[in-house]
C-alpha cells in the first residue's frame, strides 16, 4: 500500500471546535474575518455539529483531531473569547477515539491559569496547552510564559503556539504580531525539556522557524491555516529531507479544508517516508500517543 494522503490515516493536531456551544462564545464581528478575509463559505461558519465534522475527517482520511479550548485576549477586553474546557472535554469524552483536548493560555491569569491548566490535563486527560502570543500581545519569551512552560515540562505535555503574523480579526481591535520564530530561541535555551511546536508556518519567517526546529532537538513546526499549495519551497524541502522529523499536520479548521488541505499535501510529491511522519508519526511521538 502507497503512502499518499488517502492510504495514511492523518492526525491533525490544530482544530477549532465549531459546534452551536462553541460558537456562542466568540464575538459576531468575527465573521468578517472567516467569510469575507479568508474565504469560508457561509454554511460552515455558522456552525459543525461533531457527527458533520467527523463525517469531513472521515472523508478526507483523517483518524483524529486536536480540538483547541482556545483563549482569546484577557477577559473584559474588546472582542476577547474563549472556550470553556468544559466544552472539548465533553467532545473528547463522546468521541475518546476521535478527539483530543489542548488547553489554551491566557498568560495574565497567572499561577490560577497554570493550576487550570494542570486540572486540564490531570482530569480532563487534555494532551497539550496551545498559545496565541498576538491575542495577548505578549511574546513567547516573556516571563509571564514561564510558570506555564515550566508545568508543561512537569507535566510532560507540549505546548502549540501561533509563529508569524496575526492578521486583523475583528477591526475595533488590531493587536501586533509578537511572535516571531526566533523569540522561540531564548525559550528553547532556557528550557531545553519543553516541547514547543511553533503552529502556522511561521509565515512571513518560515525560514526563521525552519532554523529554530534545526537548531533546537525539541522545537517543532505546524504545517496548520496556510494552504499547502502557497508552501514556501524551502519548507517543502525541509519536510521532504533533513526536517523530516520536525514537522506535524495541522489545518486550524475551519480556516482550512480537511480534503483540501490533504489534496495539496498530496500534490508536493513528498517521499514516503517523510509524508507517513508529516501526517502521522511525528505527532504521535511528539505527544506520546499510542495506537
Known amino acids: 500500500m502507497s503512502d499518499s494522503p488517502r492510504d495514511v490515516l492523518a492526525i491533525d493536531a490544530v482544530v477549532n471546535i465549531?459546534?452551536?456551544?462553541?460558537?456562542?462564545?466568540?464575538p459576531s464581528a468575527l465573521k468578517g474575518f472567516y467569510v469575507d478575509k479568508i474565504g469560508r463559505e457561509?454554511?460552515?461558519?455558522?456552525?459543525?455539529?461533531?457527527?458533520?465534522?467527523?463525517?469531513?475527517?472521515?472523508?478526507?482520511?483523517?483518524?483524529?483531531?486536536?480540538l483547541i479550548a482556545v483563549k482569546c485576549g484577557r477577559e473584559g477586553l474588546r472582542s476577547h473569547f474563549r472556550v470553556p474546557y468544559e466544552v472539548v472535554y465533553k467532545a473528547c469524552q463522546q468521541y475518546p477515539?476521535?478527539?483530543?483536548?489542548?488547553?489554551?493560555?491566557?498568560?495574565?491569569?497567572?499561577?490560577?491559569?497554570?493550576?487550570?491548566?494542570?486540572?486540564?490535563?490531570?482530569?480532563?486527560?487534555?494532551?497539550?496547552?496551545?498559545?496565541?502570543?498576538?491575542?495577548?500581545?505578549?511574546?513567547?519569551?516573556?516571563?509571564?510564559m514561564y510558570p506555564y512552560y515550566v508545568k508543561c515540562i512537569e507535566l510532560g505535555i507540549p505546548i502549540q503556539m501561533q509563529v508569524g503574523q496575526s492578521l486583523i480579526y475583528t477591526p475595533d481591535n488590531p493587536m501586533r504580531s509578537v511572535g516571531q520564530p526566533i523569540?522561540?530561541?531564548?525559550?528553547?535555551?532556557?528550557?531545553?525539556?519543553?516541547?514547543?511546536?511553533?503552529?502556522?508556518?511561521?509565515?512571513?519567517?518560515?525560514?526563521?522557524?525552519?532554523?529554530?526546529?534545526?537548531?533546537?532537538?525539541?522545537?517543532f513546526i505546524g504545517t496548520d491555516a496556510h494552504s499547502p499549495k502557497y508552501w514556501p519551497q524551502s519548507f517543502v524541502h525541509y519536510i521532504n529531507t533533513y526536517g523530516q522529523d520536525k514537522v506535524i499536520f495541522g489545518t486550524d479548521f475551519p480556516v482550512l479544508e480537511f480534503d483540501r488541505t490533504l489534496r495539496e499535501i498530496?500534490?508536493?510529491?513528498?517521499?514516503?517516508?517523510?509524508?507517513?511522519?508529516?501526517?502521522?508519526?511525528?505527532?504521535?511521538?511528539?505527544?506520546?500517543l499510542s495506537g
Do not use: S
Request: aromatic fraction near 10%.
Open 18 to 26: 465549531w459546534t452551536d456551544e462553541a460558537l456562542a462564545v466568540r
Open 42 to 66: 457561509e454554511q460552515t461558519y455558522q456552525g459543525i455539529p461533531l457527527e458533520q465534522m467527523l463525517q469531513r475527517m472521515d472523508a478526507a482520511g483523517i483518524e483524529r483531531a486536536f
Open 97 to 144: 477515539d476521535r478527539f483530543h483536548g489542548l488547553a489554551g493560555i491566557d498568560p495574565f491569569e497567572g499561577m490560577a491559569g497554570v493550576r487550570e491548566l494542570e486540572r486540564a490535563v490531570t482530569e480532563y486527560g487534555f494532551i497539550g496547552a496551545h498559545y496565541y502570543p498576538h491575542w495577548f500581545e505578549i511574546p513567547p519569551d516573556h516571563r509571564k
Open 183 to 219: 523569540l522561540l530561541d531564548t525559550v528553547a535555551c532556557d528550557l531545553p525539556e519543553l516541547k514547543l511546536i511553533g503552529i502556522h508556518v511561521g509565515v512571513p519567517w518560515t525560514d526563521e522557524m525552519i532554523a529554530m526546529a534545526w537548531k533546537h532537538p525539541n522545537v
Open 266 to 288: 498530496d500534490g508536493h510529491g513528498f517521499r514516503p517516508g517523510p509524508l507517513r511522519k508529516l501526517l502521522r508519526d511525528n505527532v504521535m511521538r511528539i505527544y506520546g
